[in-house]
């Protein structure tokens, strides 16, 4: 169960961070988290925290909501 809700929140960032037409970079640059970071959480290997889950919200202009559903 932790494993695909992980993998979900990785595609949701992964899909908006494309549609935005950014890199995983520029993703970490605008979120202030680092890129490996941002690669990481996007291939499920990350259980992020909530204070990063606003970061990433921000960065991508999206609620948090967009992010987990």
Do not use: C, P
Not at 53 to 63: F, G, T
């Amino acid at each position: 169960m932790e494993n695909s809700v992980l993998k979900r929140f990785g595609n949701n960032v992964k899909r908006l961070r494309k549609s935005q037409g950014w890199s995983q970079e520029e993703l970490a640059k605008r979120s202030g988290l680092h890129r490996t970071y941002i690669g990481s959480l996007e291939n499920g290997g990350r259980n992020v925290s909530l204070i990063n889950v606003e970061r990433l919200s921000k960065a991508l202009h999206v609620d948090i909501e967009s992010l987990i559903k």
